[in-house]
């Protein structure tokens, strides 16, 4: 079953057991990441590559849910001696979000930030330090959304709560 395609029937109502579908399959993608980072990128079809390797391993491997900028990967690669330019940082973020093992959020202007945890989920946005704070599933009522355009489908949807 299709849970993206119950998002746009039902009269554009939305409800969190809708979502069960997509959060039974990323429990299964948890489970693969107590595995190895080699096992994590081979099992989403991705080529092993050094840098590919390293970033993974600083994404996954502690098991831990997280919030990222392209820059702080850099930063943090750099201070444990892995020198990886910028732009192969965001290369490598964004062959994660196409393979499904990334989720990139907007969170106004240029920035981008990429959460570890790619079920369904909304998010405060603490404005001042720019920190995304995670809300649990089914806290969040969207409660009528528009049916999208003819020929459109809805894909996701994203919810950001900016706080002080
Ligand atoms: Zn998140």
Redesign the pocket.
Known sequence: MDSKNQLSSRSGFIEPSQHLAARCVFSYFRTMIKKTVTQLLEGANLRLTRTRKAIAQLLYEDGL?R?VSAEWVARELDEAGEKIALATVYNTLNSFVEAGLL?Q?QTGGQAVIF?T?TDE?C?FLRESTGE?I?IAPGMVDLGKIPEPPTGMRVKGWDVIIRVD
């Open positions: 849910n919030h989720r959020i959460d945890n989920h998010h995304l995670d």
